[in-house]
T-cell receptor
């Protein structure tokens, strides 16, 4: 499976936008870019996914580079509840594929 | 909104004892998974299950582990003879389709403590 690279940690201020980067230079044409997050003492939670075009949902936006070798998860207005570990994961177009979690980015939010 | 539920939330067991962790996946989902997370470490895949059989398992999922979907709604993970190193959070997940790239819904986990 193609690998992703994320910063170990980031900090942001409450009510400000947060841009979480992810590099995936070996992504293949059929890999989808997924983001999950894990709040303290919780299970992972799906955030958003995309293939080529930028995507928006109620939780976040996903900006995908034109060459697809990197992407950015955007939280438009961070709250204290957004403090979590964020995982950028590539998911192959295949049957019942497992999710391989890396170390993710630990996001801290300053009040 | 439907969710994956896991019971118990916390289980303490003595080394060598058998434990069964229970999960109720989302009702129309077809693919089921178990993951574990040792304190301070990454979330690790254990096993995936589809159509009443294991579709993939990791090296962690040895003969001490088994999974079962006994009644069409529950999905269980059994550890036959627990070891201290089995202490971890165990997460159940389910997804509803396999293409193009399924989103998995995770439960809140069972914290297993082996003493």
């Amino acid at each position: 499976d193609a690998k992703t690279t994320q910063p170990n940690s980031m900090e942001s201020n409450e009510e400000e936008p947060v841009h979480l980067p992810c590099n995936h230079s070996t992504i293949s044409g059929t890999d989808y870019i997924h983001w999950y997050r894990q709040l303290p003492s919780q299970g992972p939670e799906y955030v958003i996914h995309g293939l080529t075009s930028n995507v928006n949902n109620r939780m976040a936006s996903l900006a995908i580079a034109e060459d697809r070798k990197s992407s950015t998860l955007i939280l438009h207005r961070a709250t204290l509840r957004d403090a979590a570990v964020y995982y950028c994961i590539l998911r192959r177009y295949s049957s019942a594929s497992k999710i391989i979690f890396g170390s993710g980015t630990r996001l801290s939010i300053r009040p | 909104e439907p969710e994956v539920t896991q019971t118990p939330s916390h289980q303490v067991t003595q080394m060598g004892q058998e434990v069964i962790l229970r999960c109720v996946p989302i009702s129309n989902h077809l693919y089921f998974y178990w993951y574990r997370q040792i304190l301070g470490q990454k979330v690790e895949f254990l096993v995936s299950f589809y159509n009443n059989e294991i579709s993939e398992k990791s090296e962690i999922f040895d003969d001490q582990f088994s999974v079962e979907r006994p009644d069409g709604s529950n999905f269980t993970l059994k550890i036959r003879s627990t070891k201290l190193e089995d202490s971890a959070m165990y997460f159940c997940a389910s997804s509803d389709k396999d293409r193009p790239a399924p989103v998995a819904d995770f439960g809140s986990g069972t914290r297993l403590t082996v003493v």
